[in-house]
């Protein structure tokens, strides 16, 4: 009698065990990959894979993740950094990877780019999910879902991506086989790299203000920011990257520039720092001065690495690992240059 209830424990645990299994690989099939075309959903994820102890994690949209080469803050000035970012990453998903961050590592320096306080409200599911998926399960990413999901979606189809992407299997291309089970990284320390050139030709017009000052929940979690890095003593630096659209309105500018004198921070819009860092939109940008592309964005490293070094408090680095590790993703590096 025992033996046959054994029997039927162990074959229900063996059931259980090969339907979790099963479901974990449909999920994992049906789930983007971001290989291809679309690769920014695949940049949170793979901080995951990083050495850690970073000097300066950069927070933000794809003004971050397009503007600065942490290989060549790694070269020119020793500086170990990594950007933790995504597309149209709002405010509170910056907040909540910036606490996942500090469960892994306390750096010296915080970067957060201010474009991201234009948007009160979550911008779109699709968006959600490239900066929500990535993220290691967590009470930052439960509450980063919370905050982020839009009406349409359940906290349960984050749990279970399964439950969102089930229809994809009309949609499978040869890269989602490829990368079923492990992906490459698309980065380098979070950094995309963008090769190709295409000049402004035209400024783009001023944009109509459709609302003069930030949402409260946008000044809600700025403050969580700030906080959350002088409670762990780290510096925080705020930035505008030179993007010449979206367009960056003056009555926004003079709200971060209040708000850094009330705080004493410090803040750089480098949209007014053109001869300085020497961004040639002809030359810099790979969409018409949307983005910057991998020269503009090696100028802007150079430029803003010194202030850093020079600025704050950094480590010095003497790891032969780390030094490998670089040494590795510069090769890597410089071959996607060359494409």
């Given at each position: 009698?025992?033996?046959?209830?054994?029997?039927?424990?162990?074959?229900?645990?063996?059931?259980?065990?090969?339907?979790?299994?099963?479901?974990?690989?449909?999920?994992?099939?049906?789930?983007?990959?971001?290989?291809?075309?679309?690769?920014?959903?695949?940049?949170?994820?793979?901080?995951?894979?990083?050495?850690?102890?970073?000097?300066?994690?950069?927070?933000?949209?794809?003004?971050?993740?397009?503007?600065?080469?942490?290989?060549?803050?790694?070269?020119?000035?020793?500086?170990?950094?990594?950007?933790?970012?995504?597309?149209?990453?709002?405010?509170?998903?910056?907040?909540?990877?910036?606490?996942?961050?500090?469960?892994?590592?306390?750096?010296?320096?915080?970067?957060?780019?201010?474009?991201?306080?234009?948007?009160?409200?979550?911008?779109s599911?699709?968006?959600?999910?490239?900066?929500?998926?990535?993220?290691?399960?967590?009470?930052?990413?439960?509450?980063?879902?919370?905050?982020?999901?839009?009406?349409?979606?359940?906290?349960?189809?984050?749990?279970?991506?399964?439950?969102?992407?089930?229809?994809?299997?009309?949609?499978?291309?040869?890269?989602?086989?490829?990368?079923?089970?492990?992906?490459?990284?698309?980065?380098?320390?979070?950094?995309?790299?963008?090769?190709?050139?295409k000049?402004?030709?035209?400024?783009?017009?001023?944009?109509?203000?459709?609302?003069?000052?930030?949402?409260?929940?946008?000044?809600?979690?700025?403050?969580k920011?700030?906080?959350?890095?002088e409670?762990?003593?780290?510096?925080?630096?705020?930035?505008?990257?030179?993007?010449?659209?979206?367009y960056?309105?003056?009555?926004?500018?003079?709200?971060?520039?209040?708000?850094?004198?009330?705080?004493?921070?410090?803040?750089?819009?480098?949209?007014?720092?053109?001869?300085?860092?020497?961004?040639?939109?002809?030359?810099?940008?790979?969409?018409?001065?949307l983005?910057?592309?991998?020269?503009?964005?090696?100028?802007?490293?150079?430029?803003?690495?010194?202030?850093?070094?020079?600025?704050?408090?950094?480590?010095?680095h003497?790891?032969?690992?780390?030094?490998?590790?670089?040494?590795?993703?510069?090769?890597?590096?410089?071959?996607?240059?060359?494409?």
């Amino acid at each position: 009698m025992r033996r046959q209830r054994r029997k039927k424990i162990c074959l229900a645990i063996c059931f259980l065990v090969l339907t979790m299994g099963i479901f974990v690989l449909l999920q994992n099939l049906l789930m983007p990959k971001y290989m291809g075309a679309i690769k920014e959903g695949a940049l949170v994820r793979e901080y995951y894979d990083s050495p850690g102890n970073h000097d300066v994690i950069f927070l933000g949209d794809c003004e971050v993740y397009e503007s600065f080469s942490p290989v060549t803050l790694w070269e020119e000035y020793g500086i170990h950094s990594y950007i933790r970012g995504g597309p149209s990453q709002t405010i509170w998903q910056s907040y909540y990877l910036l606490e996942d961050t500090f469960a892994k590592e306390i750096p010296e320096v915080v970067v957060f780019n201010v474009l991201s306080m234009q948007h009160g409200e979550t911008v779109s599911e699709a968006y959600n999910r490239m900066n929500l998926d990535g993220m290691r399960w967590s009470a930052a990413k439960i509450s980063a879902i919370r905050q982020s999901m839009t009406e349409e979606e359940t906290f349960l189809s984050y749990l279970f991506p399964l439950l969102r992407f089930h229809d994809r299997w009309r949609e499978l291309e040869p890269e989602d086989y490829k990368y079923w089970m492990k992906r490459e990284n698309v980065s380098y320390n979070g950094y995309l790299m963008q090769t190709g050139v295409k000049p402004v030709t035209v400024v783009p017009e001023k944009t109509p203000l459709t609302q003069e000052t930030f949402s409260d929940i946008c000044y809600e979690y700025l403050d969580k920011i700030r906080r959350l890095c002088e409670e762990n003593k780290v510096e925080l630096v705020l930035m505008k990257a030179p993007s010449l659209y979206p367009y960056w309105h003056e009555e926004w500018e003079e709200q971060i520039e209040e708000y850094a004198e009330k705080f004493g921070l410090d803040y750089y819009n480098f949209l007014e720092l053109k001869e300085e860092t020497g961004i040639d939109y002809q030359m810099d940008t790979y969409d018409a001065g949307l983005h910057l592309n991998v020269s503009g964005a090696e100028k802007l490293s150079r430029y803003f690495g010194k202030i850093l070094k020079e600025r704050y408090t950094l480590s010095e680095h003497q790891d032969q690992k780390l030094n490998q590790y670089y040494k590795e993703l510069k090769q890597r590096y410089e071959e996607e240059k060359r494409k």
